[in-house]
């Protein structure tokens, strides 16, 4: 059993810049994170996988959005830069033990609890 736990969510204007950070209780393969706005279902944000961190986004969150990994740490990071808006969302963590990238909420193990970001305008 892995407990995941978020931090660095909050209130931030429009342009401005958040990180969150998820710490894992034990290894796992492929660590991603999911937001979910109100009304709206869950949706895939970014993933990075193994120790070497091959990583894939949202197409809206691209050029904006970092995930990295800190193994020895096992936390996993998102750099959120240039926010908008439409980023408003509870941000979750999730883990899985399978190789390979996965988009869908289903495919995961392992759920954090969840951090509110807020973007003003």
């Known amino acids: 059993q892995v407990q995941l736990v978020e931090s660095g969510g909050g209130l931030v204007q429009a342009g401005g810049s958040l990180r969150l950070s998820c710490a894992a209780s034990?290894?796992?393969?492929?660590m991603g994170w999911f937001r979910q706005a109100p009304g709206k279902e869950r949706e895939f944000v970014a993933v990075?996988?193994?120790?070497?961190?091959?990583?894939d986004y949202l197409n809206s969150v691209k050029g904006r959005f970092t995930i990295s990994r800190d193994n020895a740490k096992n936390t996993v990071y998102l750099q959120m830069n240039s926010l908008k808006p439409e980023d408003t969302a509870v941000y979750y963590c999730?883990?899985?033990?399978?190789?390979?990238?996965?988009?869908?909420?289903?495919?995961?193990?392992?759920w954090g609890q969840g951090t509110q970001v807020t973007v003003s305008s």
């Open positions: 999730a883990a899985r033990y399978a190789f390979g990238i996965a988009y869908f909420p289903r495919d995961y193990d392992y």
């Open positions: 034990g290894r796992t393969f492929s």
């Open positions: 990075i996988i193994g120790s070497g961190g091959s990583t």
